[in-house]
């Protein structure tokens, strides 16, 4: 009998709801692969270029003036001949990188996926659990804080609307959906009503039930604590 195919886990995550957090938690209970930053190693190796170079381009589109700037730096014979000034890479070029490396590492085993679009990439995959993690201004304005370095709740916000714009710009364009419609994932969790454990078992027990409905021989691997 051929083996189950592996369990896929995305996270769609609010910026500051804690679904990063989240996704690491259940990497570890479960035994899966964590896949968030490997994805951009991978994808810089593969443009040949930093991380640092493309960590703020992630999971946003360059706007109109910024792409305007970009193709006249480029095509200027001053700028192709100097090796000091930074290369770019286009959006779709980034995105289809990313992509590649997302289906290629997804399908070596069981893992979670954090952000990327990666609830429509793999979607039709008969073992995939897509989650959305949300929630309160007050509970992401804290999280941003104590996490992401904003100085007060005024930069808190700027960052947080600042990223969700990006993102719903993003998944529109790649995805053609809305970000934030239900129907793109399987579970919406509001991170500031369940916590963290809570928020954990739920997604647990519906692997569980994944796992259950495939192959009743693999129900209970793999599910012990890590910590």
Same mark, same amino acid.
């Given at each position: 009998?051929?083996?189950?195919?592996?369990?896929?886990?995305?996270?769609?995550?609010?910026?500051?709801?804690?679904?990063?957090?989240?996704?690491?938690?259940?990497?570890?209970? %479960?035994?899966?692969?964590?896949?968030?930053?490997?994805?951009?190693?991978?994808?810089?190796?593969?443009?040949?270029?930093?991380?640092?170079?493309?960590?703020?381009?992630?999971?946003?589109?360059?706007?109109?003036? @910024?792409?305007?700037?970009?193709?006249?730096?480029?095509?200027?014979?001053?700028?192709?001949?100097?090796?000091?000034?930074?290369?770019?890479?286009?959006?779709?070029?980034?995105?289809?990188?990313?992509?590649? @490396? %997302?289906?290629?590492?997804?399908?070596?085993?069981?893992?979670?996926? @954090?952000?990327?679009?990666?609830?429509?990439?793999?979607?039709?995959?008969?073992?995939?659990?897509?989650?959305?993690?949300?929630?309160?201004?007050?509970?992401?304005?804290?999280?941003?804080?104590?996490?992401?370095?904003?100085?007060?709740?005024?930069?808190?916000?700027?960052?947080?609307?600042?990223?969700?714009?990006?993102?719903?710009?993003?998944?529109?364009?790649?995805?053609?959906?809305?970000?934030?419609?239900?129907?793109?994932?399987?579970?919406?969790?509001?991170?500031?009503?369940?916590?963290?454990?809570?928020?954990?078992?739920?997604? @647990?027990?519906?692997?569980?039930?994944?796992?259950?409905?495939?192959?009743?021989?693999?129900?209970?691997?793999?599910?012990?604590?890590?910590?």
């Amino acid at each position: 009998m051929a083996a189950p195919l592996p369990i896929q886990i995305t996270v769609s995550r609010q910026l500051g709801s804690g679904g990063s957090e989240l996704g690491q938690r259940i990497a570890c209970r %479960l035994g899966f692969a964590h896949l968030d930053r490997q994805i951009l190693q991978h994808a810089a190796r593969e443009l040949d270029m930093s991380e640092s170079e493309l960590a703020n381009r992630e999971e946003r589109i360059q706007n109109f003036w @910024v792409r305007v700037m970009e193709t006249f730096s480029t095509g200027c014979f001053e700028y192709t001949v100097s090796p000091h000034l930074p290369r770019t890479v286009s959006d779709d070029a980034l995105f289809e990188a990313e992509q590649r @490396v %997302l289906k290629h590492l997804a399908a070596k085993g069981p893992c979670v996926i @954090v952000g990327r679009c990666g609830f429509h990439l793999l979607a039709g995959h008969t073992r995939l659990l897509k989650v959305f993690v949300h929630a309160s201004r007050s509970f992401r304005i804290a999280r941003m804080m104590k996490f992401y370095g904003a100085a007060n709740k005024t930069q808190a916000e700027q960052m947080m609307d600042s990223t969700d714009r990006d993102r719903e710009r993003f998944i529109e364009r790649y995805a053609g959906v809305s970000w934030h419609d239900a129907r793109n994932y399987h579970i919406s969790i509001d991170m500031s009503l369940s916590g963290f454990d809570a928020a954990e078992e739920m997604i @647990v027990s519906l692997v569980n039930r994944i796992s259950d409905r495939s192959s009743n021989n693999d129900s209970g691997r793999g599910l012990s604590p890590c910590r």
